[in-house]
Nanobody, 125 residues
């Protein structure tokens, strides 16, 4: 059974940093496309970025330069480092996984079959 568990969310002031983690179990993590998504209240879930099985990353324009996706295959863990956070980054953040799909930040969330429960990030001004 595939399981994704996010952690690392919290409340920070604008300009601060957080690192989210997504621990994966139940499948061969290294052969998947992994993605980070976020959803703010009243808004649709949007892609933040992805990392493909070959290490290729992609980022939404809104986070490019401030967010970095990385992974530790030995630990089956995906990370999202978020620097220079802004109030508009406030959202529930989710990790997702699947294989055999176009692995890019604008890939529709519905294309991902496996999801974590989310972790809340709140950025105050």
């Amino acid at each position: 059974q595939v399981q994704l568990v996010e952690s690392g969310g919290g409340s920070v002031q604008a300009g601060g940093s957080l690192r989210l983690s997504c621990a994966a179990s139940g499948y061969t993590y290294s052969r998947d496309c992994m993605g980070w998504f976020r959803q703010a209240p009243g808004k649709e879930r949007e892609g933040v970025g992805t990392i493909d099985s070959d290490g290729t990353t992609s980022y939404a324009d809104s986070v490019k330069g401030g967010f970095t996706i990385s992974e530790d295959n030995a630990k089956n863990t995906l990370y999202l480092r978020m620097n220079s956070l802004k109030p508009e980054d406030t959202a529930m953040y989710y990790c997702a996984a699947d294989r055999g799909l176009r692995c890019w930040y604008d890939t529709p969330p519905a294309d991902f079959g496996y999801w974590g429960q989310g972790t809340q990030v709140t950025v105050s001004s």
